[in-house]
């Protein structure tokens, strides 16, 4: 039964479909919670009794902080499949991830400074946290100029799935520099296990404004596949049926 | 929560960073979506093409 499942996955036309029916309804109910948690973040939740009202830079920044690390996760774990199982799909689901996370960094190291401004004291450090934030954006620009840079599909596909495997060993390293070493940046008030650190007055728009981006980022990149799917099987009999 | 709008606004005096944080950050939330469809678009018209020289 799972390998049915897999090897559906593995098939382009069932993807396209997939992603063309999927798209909007992940996208409207995304637009639709966030506006909800951005009511809730900017208006209902309290100020913080030290950071005042420039804490609420936390709904924007953390949604997006959490994302670029998970979709560089999701990025490598379908670059391995790619080539483990030398599956296509998977290796264009790698190819879509990448631009949707490396603007999701930018946003992430924006977001960032301009709250680092008035709570350090400054718009940027060579803090571990940030340093290895920003080399996920230059791991992301890498895997992008890596697959522009081989004409052949097949081999772009291998090399660059070989950086994006090699480059996930940054992920830890940034979830977990707030712990291993003395950083500027405060450790994670929300935990995947446990209680935040947050009363659930400012924590419920946070916990829903993840929950809009994951749906978001869902829709995107399954815009993203098929323009990837329609770029890679320029061959196949199935588009006439799709673009017909 | 009783809060005016003037000191909405104002974010207890950090407004500069607030709105330019969620304007950032929401702008890449849109320009996502829209580089997203340019690429689809681009990509249609592209395989539309393709087939139109091989009917």
């Known amino acids: 039964m799972a390998w049915a499942w897999f090897h559906r996955f593995a098939s382009p036309p069932w993807i396209y479909g997939f992603a063309q029916r999927w798209a909007p309804w992940f996208g409207g109910s995304a637009a639709l919670l966030m506006l909800v948690a951005l009511f809730g973040g900017l208006w209902l939740a309290p100020p913080d009794y030290q950071q005042k009202d420039a804490f609420r830079i936390v709904y924007i920044h953390a949604p997006s902080a959490t994302f670029s690390l998970a979709v560089y996760t999701a990025m490598a774990i379908a670059a391995a499949v790619g080539l483990i199982w030398r599956m296509k799909v998977a290796h264009a689901v790698a190819a879509a991830c990448a631009p949707i996370g490396a603007w999701l960094t930018v946003a992430t190291l924006v977001t960032g400074s301009l709250w680092g401004k008035p709570m350090w004291g400054t718009y940027w450090a060579w803090d571990p946290r940030l340093t290895s934030e920003l080399i996920l954006l230059f791991l992301y620009f890498a895997y992008m100029a890596l697959r522009a840079a081989i004409e052949d599909p097949a081999k772009a596909d291998k090399a660059s799935a070989v950086l994006a495997v090699v480059g996930v060993v940054n992920v830890p390293i940034i979830r977990y520099s707030v712990t291993w070493w003395n950083s500027l940046h405060q450790k994670a008030t929300t935990k995947l296990l446990g209680d935040p650190d947050m009363d659930g007055s400012m924590v419920w728009p946070l916990l829903l404004m993840l929950l809009a981006f994951a749906l978001y980022i869902a829709a995107v990149l399954l815009v993203r596949l098929r323009a990837e799917l329609l770029r890679r099987e320029r061959n196949a009999s199935w588009i006439r049926e799709v673009l017909g | ?55």
Not at chain 2, 2 to 24: K, P
């Open chain 2, 1 to 55: 929560m009783s809060r005016g709008l003037d000191d909405f606004f104002a974010m207890s005096g950090y407004a500069f960073y607030v709105w330019w944080s969620f304007g950032v950050g929401f702008g890449i939330v849109i320009l996502n979506v829209l580089l997203a469809r340019a690429a689809l678009r681009r990509a249609e018209r592209d395989a539309r093409r393709r087939l139109e020289m091989n009917p």
